[in-house]
């Protein structure tokens, strides 16, 4: 599991779909669902239902448990990346 894995989880519970995640994290649509299978290879559980013919995706009940500890992860890793550039340019 990495950041991307989980940046693409959660764009694509906030955007409904995998294109739109894809365009809103300006990556393929390809990658965005590459990053999730191995998410969900990483974890061994489905995150996301995807149903044939249908465009939007809804979580799975191991989604809905996921989700919020998808959001602490990236929110406590992303609170770290800034205090080290605060560092960075404090030093500077």
């Given amino acids: 599991m990495n950041i991307e894995q ?30 999730i299978k191995k998410l969900e290879e990483s974890l061994g559980v489905k995150l996301l239902s995807r149903k044939k013919g249908y465009k939007q995706i809804s979580l799975t009940a ?19 990346n800034n205090r080290s550039e605060e560092r960075r340019v404090g030093k500077e």
Avoid: C, K
Avoid at 6 to 33: D, R
Avoid at 62 to 79: D, K, V, W
């Fill in 62 to 80: 191991h989604g809905e448990a996921f989700l919020p500890l998808a959001m602490q992860i990236f929110s406590i890793i992303h609170e770290a």
């Fill in 6 to 35: 989980i940046e693409a989880f959660l764009a694509v519970v906030e955007h409904g779909s995998i294109t739109a995640a894809a365009s809103f994290l300006f990556i393929a649509q390809s990658n965005v669902s590459s990053r």
